[in-house]
């Protein structure tokens, strides 16, 4: 059995470090960069390579959007037409409201194969982020699954990868 040293790469100890998060400060790579042992303009490089590599995706703040006033959420599955999935991926793409979407695959019991979390201070908020998305893309089918409870929410764990 191989050690777990010998398939740790340099690439995958920045994206644990990075995954963990990072500080609010006005250096948030140094730390980081003092932990990996480098200096924070290598760290910088490194983390801009693995983006245009298509190793990172995207790189964001997680917000807890309950701390910060968003008390309402609702998860909304849509029936969009295949050949208009690009389309709809436009007009969600840079609404902040709108945390996560998703294309997944639909049934004859179930038609919806689009799925977005939409984030608000109220239902009503919410319901107004639904109806701006369906009058931008012309799509009325849709079903509004609202949160009740939360019963487990995590960031994936990268140390066991």
Known sequence: MH??????????????????GL??????????????????????EVIRLLIANGFIRRYG??????QVGYSSNVLVAWKIPEERID???AVIRDLTE??????????????????????G???????????????AIKIAEYTLL??????KKRKLDLEGL
């Open 3 to 20: 050690e777990k040293s010998n398939y740790e790469t340099a690439d995958n100890r920045i994206i644990r470090c990075l995954h963990r």
């Open 23 to 44: 500080a609010i400060e006005s250096r948030p790579f140094l730390a980081p960069a003092q932990e990996l042992g480098t200096i924070e303009d290598e760290l910088l």
């Open 61 to 66: 703040a997680v917000v807890r959007h309950e």
């Open 87 to 89: 389309e709809f991926e």
């Open 98 to 119: 709108v945390s996560h979407g998703y294309e997944r695959v639909s049934y004859p019991e179930w038609p919806y194969n689009v799925y977005t979390m939409i984030h």
């Open 121 to 135: 201070h109220s239902k009503d908020e919410c319901l107004g982020v639904v109806e701006r998305i369906s009058g």
């Open 146 to 151: 609202f949160t009740k409870r939360e019963f």
